[in-house]
Structures are given as structure tokens and as C-alpha cells.
């Protein structure tokens, strides 16, 4: 049996409304890692070590291993998203802590170098942090804002439904195209046969399809001379394209709410990596 | 053949064919007496393939004929192998149209005029009942059929589907799905609209329409039948088509009205009543009968076991214990006393009031649905919050209740016989006080159906339930040292009203003057500004309204309507003043309740001018809300669609943490200002899924969840039941390789929900292929840390709320400040 104390526990997570990973907990992670930015640049003016701030003193393998420690437990999160364990673990704060103490990243790992960048394995690491710093920053901007552009073009839609919605529309056009003529009825063919989920990248991340051969095909239908059956079709193929756009947008927004992730996660990877040999060589040389 | 058989057996499902068997191993003389042209027709029709479940488990099976879980093919043929081993005396093709005579010379006619003998009978005829069949000339010709098995077997054929439910509508898409079958498909409809079929069935069929693969046909009637064409009464006159063949899917007759015929009475006018019956499953016209579904139970198992019992009663065997005497023994073996089942269901009838008029065979029944249980004096039964909606009797000793939450010395007693718990029962919220044993005290404890049942069958129970609730609930709202004598004016006067979705109680400027108990269901308070309505607040089940109007005779100062069908009890206003005169606390109590809902509407008046848009937005959400079944929900998934990114991690998390299914859609479900309501269970007070669960499979568990415990057979009821859709059924597929393995070399289909062809695939190489059950969101009970949906979400989009939580007034206030 529960007993009341869980009741008002229960309660208490209701009372917490939709509230983003970015305003968790009123920004605790953004405090968090403010006040550590100010810590690491005020010690690092304030600490004087010989000959010069570099990542070899002993300040500098304070921030080198402040920041390892990081990188690590960062790039946890992609294993906590998917392990589903039991607990009081909540994937929210654990996203809100990883985008500030990312972020947070910068001033640390850069005062780590010293400022002394080169053509080496160090600054490679050095970068590829900065690289996958800067394609979490583009993450965030877009969870952020686009959200409300993919619910308002979705109009309760699920993307089955869209799918369902023009393939209905093609078996009507299908139907409304027999009694057309020879030529008009190849342009509409040719709208129906395109694979309209083929889309390169480009296409797909700015939504415009310079090559939509349903556009050419209603541009074969001026309005003002059309018989009867062509009129029907017309109008069929204006529906298509409305539909066409609706899914074009949802792939866009999708496209764009994910494109970084392929950008940010092998660059993840390729960070550990340069960070091992950057690790493994500075002790080899010391 | 003998000119008269001992006992004639009609219907030869499981209970008939049990008792046909039993008789034939007596050597009775016995027919049995089948419809169609097969045995079992209900299980026939079964789709092929379907694994038929065996529970519950923990009853012995108690038949000359085999039954274990198995595919419907191996059950059916285990039947028919066995029916001719005992050498069963059948009768195929033969529908019974009447029984009359009295006991030991009955007389059943059969269709065609034939005529049978026998000294009593057995009706075993399911609850199936008979299709409706078409009412005009030519409805005997063979181009009728009244089921479609295979939509695939019919090809270049003018059909004519007659009915606009779902199986109709269904069986015209089958005909007409394949163009390459070339059948000229049309459905006819008596009245304008499809109201009677789902929402998804109608669409799918005008897309047909529109794409000319069906011809719908509204407001028409069939007028005649001919050899190959058929005479349509339309709206415009008389019209004939050309059809080969006829679909008529009109509904189905229930047995009912045959049964009563035969002179047998039921218990009640109520739909859901079953015959009256003796412990012998005699009905009230003696030596007829009545066993299986018809008598109340739908498994299998209880079927097969009353078929063998039934004739061993006919055969004079007084001694025989009914099969589930070992099940009562062993509950009742906890209790003290060291009494027998007999003299147990004895007590439990005589003590308790509302069981006073059961019969045993009724009382057993209730008992197997119900746990009893003895408590030390001081023992605490429930807890105050604790969800539960099963009813409490107590058949000795007495209990406390504790008023005061914050003070254990405050009780109130009640005594042997009583029941308590009811308020659960009922309005399907939490408990409202901590109850503990006052003495050392045995209960009975119904489960939600077995109350329900009890209260629909047994108009004296469901009487005395009622009185007891209102009572309680008054003392219990206004709680200020009232008794019951102080309430039993308010008690005798009340009324209980049944509200429509949506139907006003309480109009804005009425001059009423009723004050109102929200029993059942749930209300919305609104008050209009300009011409539009205003959503003030929600008010639960357990809430009361209307006393401002009461108290300062004022006019009505807001509407209040049905969030969903809901039951409130009225008691009249003067009444009411007569006992605020008398109890000064309740007077200061009720005022204080209404200082702070007159501060609403003051705030809502002050503000009129000012009102923006975001309190019309509010108002707005609120409606789509409660259109949305937030109304009747307890708790619910809500995704803030400016949060969520559509990673799906809800999905995943929720079949990584159950099986490796998905209890809950993210993307299908409606949405309002960006609000969505994701199709997941909401919870409901009284859950839909509920109503009819052959096993009593669907449960409400410790923590408000509704959940579908290890004893679903798959039957798909409750899928069907349910208004949301959130119910699927599937099979548990099997292991998925570890994260890890994964992540590392790619084994497996990753997180999440694998793939249909990977389950059936990887279930299919690993040979554990399971049955299809009902599965749906159990809220993670059990799972620490709460929901998974909810902590899996990255963004914060995805919260679970109780409506009362999420539609208050504060929010209103929040949003305008």
C-alpha cells in the first residue's frame, strides 16, 4: 500500500508543469557553471606560475583533468538517454547539466592550453572540443525555437498520417486522370511516379525541391482553358502540392532539429580519441 | 432413439458439450442440440490460429472432455475427437424455436417442425444470440448470408452489404480492397450518417466512396429479394440493382427474449442481469436449466465444470461440491474459527445487509471475486489516499473511521454488517479516511466488478449502497462533528440525478435553489463574460456545489455542466439552512467555502475589461482538455509541443521499461496551443477497459494505476471498450541483446521498440512465439523513479498531471499576473 508520504511526493511531481531543459530547476546548471567559468578566470589571473600559463604546471593539469573528467561524463549522456534503469535519474536535468557544464567547457579547456595553440595533436583536441561545442550551441538554438514551427505544420498530423493523406490524394488523381489527354496525362504520371521522399540534403535542410515535377505538372493546367476533367485533376494536384509541402516542412524541421548530431557525436568520438593520444603523449614526453 | 431423452442439451459450446459428455459416460439417455452444422460455434469463429487461454488457473478442471490453452484448431478438434469417442448422441443443424411443457415432459421444437422429448433440459446457448435477419419478401433465398469468413474467396460479384455498423462497413472495405477480385461492392444504410461505427471505419469507407471502389447508399432500405437482383426502397423512390450475393450485418438478437419465453425469470430489468438460479442451476421454471455464459460465466473452465455438475445434479448426486470448493476453502482458511465453506458463506450472508437476499449459488460467485480477511483490533485496514476502489463489508466485529487526519483519537464507528470503502467504489478517487479494525474484525472485500455486478443484479443492495454513500459523503464533505441523525433529513430528501457530457446542472442567473454532491463523473464551472463562457474551474467527484444561491438567496453566479457523464445527488436548499441553523460549524464552514469560490468570481468581474487573450486561451485549453478525457482522467501524459523535439525517447524509454513495447503513441492524439495529449492511458476514474473483462484481468493498483494483470486471455475486449485507443494488442517479444552489445557491434535492433519483422522474425528462430495480449501503460508502478516517459523526455516536454492539478483557478491567475 502507498502510503500518504508517497501520495504527497506524487503530488509534487505533478505540481512541477512543462517546464524546459534550459529553466530547470530556475537555471541551477546555468549557476552551476557561471560561478565555475568565474572561479577558473580569476585563478588564472590571479595564479602565477612559471614560465607562463600552459597546460604542463600544475594549475594547468588542475583544468586539464577538471575538463577530461567533463568530456567524459558528457558524453555519458548518449548511454543515459538509452539506458532506461530504474531510479530517480531525470533525462531533463541530466540534458540541462549537459549543455551548461558544456558550454562551460570553453573557458576551461581553453584556459587549460594556455592560450598556446599549434599545428599538434594538443590543439587538435583543443579543437575538436571547440567543434563539438559549437554544434551543440546550433543543438540548443534550434531545440529551442524550432519545436513550435514542426507542431504548428503538423496539424495533428502523425507522419503516417501525412504519408496516408497523399497517397490517398494520388489514388484520386489516378482515377481523375483516365479521361486526359495523351501529353496531360504524361505530366501527371511523371508527378505521381517521383519518389518524393528522394531529397539530398540540401533539399531536404532548406525545404525547397527546385525539381518537383508535381509543380511542373500543375503548371500544365492554366487556369481558364481547362475542360471538366482537367479542372478535377488541377485541382487534385494544388492538393498534392499543399500536402507535399506540409510533409517537405516536417522533414525540414526534422532534418534540422538532427543535422548536428552528426556533426556532434563522431566529432564526440574523435575527441576522446585525440584526447587519449593528447593524454598518453604528454606523459610519454615529460 | 427413445420417444423421450432424460435431458435435452441446447447449445454445444463448452458447457453443453461438457454436460452432453458427462451424460453419455452415465449412460443417460441425452441429446444434444447444436444450430449450425458444427460444434462450438462461438469458438469456431474464432479467428484460425487464435490462442484460446485456460484460466483462471487456479481452477481444476472438472469434464470428461480436454481443455488445456492451445491453438482454437487443436481445442476444437480435441472436442470433436472426444464428442465421438463417448459416443455423444448430436444433433447438427437444428435451432431450437421453443420449449414448452413442464418438468419430466418437456417438448422443444425445432425449426422445420420437428419435435423433441425430454424430462428437463439444459440451456447452455451462450450469450451469443442470433443475427438479426432481413425483414422482406425473398429474405429466405441462399443469396443471404449473414457472415463473411474471407473477404478474398469472392471474385466478379455484384455484393450488397446490408448494415452500418463497424462489421458491415469492415466486411464491404475486405470485398472491395483487391481491384483485381472486380467486385461491384455497395453498402446500404437506413439512415444519413454512419453513427454507430468508429470514426476510422466511416473515413476509410467515404475515401472508398469518393474513389468510386464502393457505392454508399444512404437512407435505403432492401425492399425485396430476387434471384439476382435486389429491390431498393430509397429516398427517391424504388430502384433494383444487380447483386449475386448479400452481406447482412444488422446486429445480433440476444438470447434473452427466447429464455424468458420459455418461461424463466431474471434478476432484474437491467441488460446485464442473468437468470435467477439455484444451486443446481435450476431456473424459476423447474427442470430447465441454465449454465455457461448465459448463467453468468464466461470462461471456459467455469463452463465445462457446470456442464459436469449440471448433470450429475440431474442424476441425483446431492453430494457433489461445485469445482471451486477448494478455491473458497483456501480463503477462508486464513480466517478463525476452523468453519467450513457452507457455514462461511452463511455468515457472510445473514451478518452483512446488503448480501441478505443472495442466493449460495450467488454467494459463491460474489466470494470468488472477493477477498476476506480478519483484523486485531486497531489494525489499520486502509489508508487515508491510498487509491482503491474495492468495497468493504464487515461480517463481524466493527471498524473506526478516522475524521481528522492529523488526529488518530478522532473516530467514528461503524458496526458489524455495515460497509465502508463505498465512496471508492463509486467516484473512483482515493480514500477519503484512514479505517482500522475498532475490534477484532473480519471483512469481506469486493473487488470493483464483483461490487458492481452485485449492485445492478441486486436492486436491495444496490438501494442500500446508494443510502449508505450519500450519507457518508455529506458527513464526510462537511465533516464538523456532524452524526448521522443530523443528516437524515438531507439523506431521505435527496435525489440522484444522471447527467448527460456536457448538460448544464446549474444555469448562470437561475433562481434554483437546490444544493448538489458530485457522486460520480466530474463538472466544469464556467460563468460567461460578453458572450463567451469562462472556465472557472473543475470540480472532482466528492465536490459539492450550489450553496451561494442557497445560503444568500442570491441568482445562480456561474454555470456548472458535465465534464463527462456524471451523477450528482440534489438535496433540496432549505433543507440544507434548516441544518446550518442547528450546526453553527457547518454554517462558518460553508461560508468559508463560499468566501473563497466569491472570490473568484469577484476576480473574474474585476477583471472583465482587462481580460486578454491569455485567459481565453486558458479557458480554451481548459475545454479542449476535458473534450479530450481529462474530464474522467486521474492522471495524464501531456507534451508541450514547444519542448518537444519528436526524439521519441518517451516511446523508447516506455518499452525499454516494459517487455520491449510501447505502451503510448507519442505523435497520434489531438492538440490545442500546443498542448498535446498523446494517445497513453489517462487513468480514468471508471475505466471503460474495465466493463467487461472476461478474467477481471484489469485491476486499479496502489498507486491509481490501471494496469492488466497476468490473467489476460487476449480476448481484445477492453481494446475495444476503450474511447482513446490506447490499448494495443500484441505479443511480448523476445530478449533484445544488451545496450551494450549495441553500441559496441551493433547486435540487435537497438533501443526502443524493435521492429514487427524483428520480433516475429527473432520470436520465430527462438521458438517463443507468444500469444497476442492486451497491453497498455501501467503508469511504471512498481519501477523506481516513477514514470519512464516522463524521465526519458530531454527536454522537459513530457509531464503526467491529475486534471485537478492542472485545471485550477491558480493558473488562470498565474497566467494573467
Known amino acids: 500500500m502507498a502510503s500518504s508520504a508517497d501520495f504527497e511526493q506524487a503530488e509534487k511531481r505533478r505540481d512541477t508543469d512543462h517546464e524546459s531543459f534550459l529553466s530547470h530547476k530556475r537555471m541551477r546548471w546555468l549557476k552551476i557553471s557561471v560561478a565555475l567559468c568565474l572561479i577558473v578566470i580569476t585563478s588564472y589571473f590571479l595564479v602565477d606560475v612559471e614560465p607562463r600559463h600552459n597546460g604542463g604546471t600544475w594549475y594547468g593539469y588542475t583544468l586539464g583533468t577538471i575538463g577530461v573528467i567533463l568530456i567524459i561524463w558528457l558524453s555519458l549522456l548518449g548511454i543515459r538517454k538509452r539506458n532506461i534503469t530504474e531510479g530517480k535519474w531525470s533525462l531533463k536535468a541530466w540534458t540541462s547539466a549537459h549543455v551548461y557544464l558544456g558550454l562551460a567547457l570553453v573557458v576551461i579547456g581553453t584556459m587549460h592550453t594556455g592560450f598556446q595553440l599549434g599545428w599538434n595533436v594538443h590543439t587538435l583536441a583543443w579543437a575538436l572540443m571547440m567543434l563539438v561545442i559549437v554544434t551543440g550551441i546550433y543543438g540548443v538554438v534550434v531545440y529551442a525555437t524550432l519545436p513550435r514551427s514542426l507542431s504548428i505544420n503538423m496539424r495533428e498530423m502523425t507522419r503516417a498520417q501525412m504519408v496516408e493523406g497523399l497517397a490517398a490524394i494520388d489514388r484520386q488523381i489516378a482515377a481523375a486522370a483516365q479521361p486526359l489527354g495523351r501529353k496531360e496525362a504524361d505530366v501527371v504520371i511523371a508527378a505521381l511516379e517521383q519518389d518524393v521522399f528522394r531529397a539530398g540534403l540540401l533539399a531536404r535542410l532548406t525545404g525547397k525541391y527546385p525539381r518537383c515535377k508535381t509543380k511542373r505538372a500543375i503548371k500544365a493546367f492554366p487556369a481558364g482553358s481547362l475542360n471538366k476533367a482537367e479542372e478535377k485533376v488541377s485541382t487534385l494536384l494544388a492538393r498534392r502540392n499543399s500536402q507535399l509541402s506540409q510533409i517537405r516542412r516536417h522533414m525540414r524541421y526534422k532534418a534540422l532539429l538532427e543535422i548536428w548530431l552528426f556533426i556532434h557525436i563522431p566529432a564526440t568520438i574523435a575527441l576522446i580519441a585525440a584526447l587519449a593520444a593528447h593524454i598518453v603523449s604528454v606523459f610519454y614526453y615529460w | ?612 487573450g491569455a485567459v481565453d486561451m486558458y479557458s480554451e485549453t481548459a475545454k479542449f482538455l476535458v473534450d479530450n478525457g481529462i474530464g474522467e482522467a486521474t492522471d495524464v501524459l501531456l507534451i508541450d509541443e514547444t519542448l518537444c523535439v519528436g526524439c521519441d525517447n518517451c516511446e523508447k524509454a516506455c518499452a525499454d521499461s516494459h517487455d520491449g513495447l510501447s505502451r503510448l503513441d507519442r505523435e497520434a492524439g489531438r492538440t490545442y496551443a500546443h498542448l498535446h495529449v498523446p494517445t497513453s492511458c489517462r487513468h480514468c476514474e471508471h475505466p471503460h477497459c474495465m466493463a467487461d473483462c472476461p478474467p477481471n484481468a484489469i485491476q486499479r493498483g496502489a498507486d491509481g494505476e490501471v494496469f492488466i494483470d497476468e490473467t489476460c486471455i487476449g480476448c481484445g475486449n477492453c481494446q475495444r471498450n476503450c474511447p482513446y485507443d490506447v490499448i494495443r494488442m500484441d505479443s511480448v517479444p523476445p530478449k533484445k541483446p544488451s545496450l551494450l552489445s549495441w553500441l559496441l557491434f551493433g547486435a540487435g535492433p537497438g533501443p526502443g521498440e524493435a521492429s514487427y519483422d524483428w520480433r516475429k522474425k527473432t520470436a520465430e528462430k527462438r521458438g517463443t512465439e507468444q500469444a497476442k495480449l492486451a497491453i497498455k501503460c501501467d503508469m511504471c508502478a512498481g519501477i523506481d523513479g516513477g514514470p519512464a516517459c516522463v524521465r526519458a523526455c530531454p527536454t522537459g516536454a513530457a509531464i503526467r498531471v491529475a486534471p485537478e492539478k492542472f485545471l485550477t483557478f491558480t493558473k488562470l491567475v498565474e497566467d494573467v499576473e
Open chain 2, 1 to 612: 432413439m427413445p420417444d423421450q431423452y432424460r435431458v435435452a442439451i441446447v447449445g454445444s459450446g463448452p458447457a453443453g458439450l461438457s454436460a452432453a459428455a458427462r451424460a453419455a459416460a452415465l449412460g443417460m439417455p441425452h441429446i444434444l442440440i447444436e444450430k449450425t452444422d458444427h460444434l462450438s460455434d462461438t469458438i469456431f469463429k474464432y479467428q484460425k490460429g487464435k490462442h484460446v487461454m485456460a484460466t483462471p488457473s487456479n481452477l481444476v478442471l472438472r469434464s470428461d472432455i480436454d481443455f488445456e490453452a492451445g491453438k482454437r484448431e487443436h481445442i476444437l478438434g480435441t472436442w470433436d475427437t472426444q464428442i465421438g469417442e463417448h459416443k455423444v448422441n448430436v444433433r447438427l443443424n437444428a435451432e431450437v424455436t421453443g420449449i414448452t411443457g413442464e418438468t419430466g415432459h418437456f417438448t422443444i421444437e425445432l425449426k422445420g417442425g420437428d419435435t423433441i422429448q425430454a424430462e428437463a433440459v439444459v440451456m447452455a446457448i451462450g450469450t451469443q444470440g442470433n443475427p438479426n435477419r432481413l425483414r422482406c419478401p425473398g429474405a429466405d433465398l441462399p443469396l443471404i448470408q449473414y457472415q463473411l469468413d474471407d473477404p478474398g474467396e469472392y471474385f466478379d460479384e455484384h455484393i450488397t452489404v446490408v448494415g452500418s455498423g463497424d462489421a458491415g462497413i469492415e466486411n464491404a472495405l475486405g470485398l472491395a480492397a483487391d481491384p483485381k477480385q472486380n467486385n461491384t461492392v455497395s453498402i446500404l444504410n437506413r439512415r444519413a450518417e454512419f453513427a454507430r461505427a468508429k470514426p476510422a471505419n466511416v473515413a476509410l469507407l467515404e475515401e472508398a466512396e469518393r474513389e468510386g471502389r464502393i457505392s454508399v447508399r444512404r437512407e435505403t432500405n432492401p425492399a425485396e429479394v430476387r434471384a439476382n437482383e435486389l429491390v431498393l426502397e430509397t429516398r427517391d423512390g424504388t430502384e433494383v440493382i444487380k447483386c449475386d450475393r448479400i452481406i447482412a450485418r444488422t446486429g445480433s438478437q440476444p438470447p434473452r427474449g427466447f429464455v424468458e419465453d420459455c418461461g424463466i425469470e431474471f434478476t432484474s430489468e437491467e441488460r446485464s442481469a442473468f437468470p435467477k438460479l439455484t444451486p443446481s442451476f435450476e431456473t424459476t421454471k423447474n427442470g430447465i436449466h441454465v449454465i455457461g455464459a448465459l448463467a453468468g460465466y464466461p470462461l471456459i473452465k467455469h463452463c465445462m465444470n457446470q456442464g459436469y455438475d449440471v448433470i450429475e445434479f440431474l442424476n441425483g448426486n446431492a453430494d457433489l461440491k461445485p469445482a471451486d470448493e477448494p478455491i473458497l476453502a483456501e480463503k477462508f482458511a486464513a480466517l478463525p474459527g476452523n468453519r467450513s465453506v457452507d457455514e462461511w458463506l452463511e455468515i457472510f450472508r445473514a451478518n452483512i445487509v446488503i448480501l441478505g437476499e443472495l442466493s449460495p449459488l450467488q454467494m459463491r460467485e460474489l466470494l470468488l471475486d472477493s477477498d476476506v480477511a480478519a483484523f486485531d483490533s486497531g489494525d489499520v485496514i486502509f489508508v487515508r489516499n491510498d487509491p482503491g476502489s474495492s468495497m468493504f463489508c464487515i461480517a463481524e466485529g466493527s471498524v473506526l473511521v478516522e475524521t481528522d487526519p492529523d488526529d488518530r483519537s478522532a473516530t467514528v464507528p461503524i458496526e458489524q454488517g455495515s460497509i465502508f470503502g463505498e465512496v471508492g467504489l463509486i467516484s473512483g478517487r482515493r480514500r477519503g479516511s484512514t479505517i482500522r479494525a475498532g475490534e477484532p474484525t473480519i471483512t469481506l472485500e469486493l473487488s470493483r466488478t464483483a461490487a458492481l455486478k452485485l449492485i445492478a443484479t441486486v436492486p436491495s443492495a444496490g438501494r442500500a449502497v446508494n443510502r449508505i454513500t450519500i450519507e457518508r459523503q455529506l458527513l464526510q464533505m462537511f465533516g464538523s462533528g456532524l452524526t448521522k441523525e443530523d443528516v437524515s433529513e438531507l439523506v431521505e430528501a435527496a435525489e440522484m440525478v444522471e447527467v448527460r457530457a456536457g448538460e448544464n446542472v446549474v444555469e448562470e442567473g437561475g433562481e434554483d435553489k437546490d444544493i448538489f454532491v458530485i457522486q460520480q463523473g466530474s463538472m466544469i464551472v464556467e460563468k460567461s463574460l460578453g458572450e463567451k463562457p469562462i472556465f472557472l474551474s473543475y470540480l472532482p467527484a466528492g465536490s459539492y456545489f450550489g450553496e451561494m444561491a442557497v445560503i444568500d438567496g442570491s441568482a445562480r453566479t456561474a454555470t456548472v455542466k458535465a465534464a463527462i457523464k456524471s451523477e450528482v445527488v440534489k438535496f433540496p436548499g432549505d433543507a440544507f439552512l434548516r441544518l446550518m441553523e442547528k450546526k453553527p460549524a457547518l454554517r462558518e464552514r460553508a461560508l468559508s467555502d463560499m468566501a473563497a469560490r466569491r472570490q473568484v468570481n469577484a476576480f473574474v468581474e474585476e477583471r472583465k475589461e482587462s481580460f486578454s
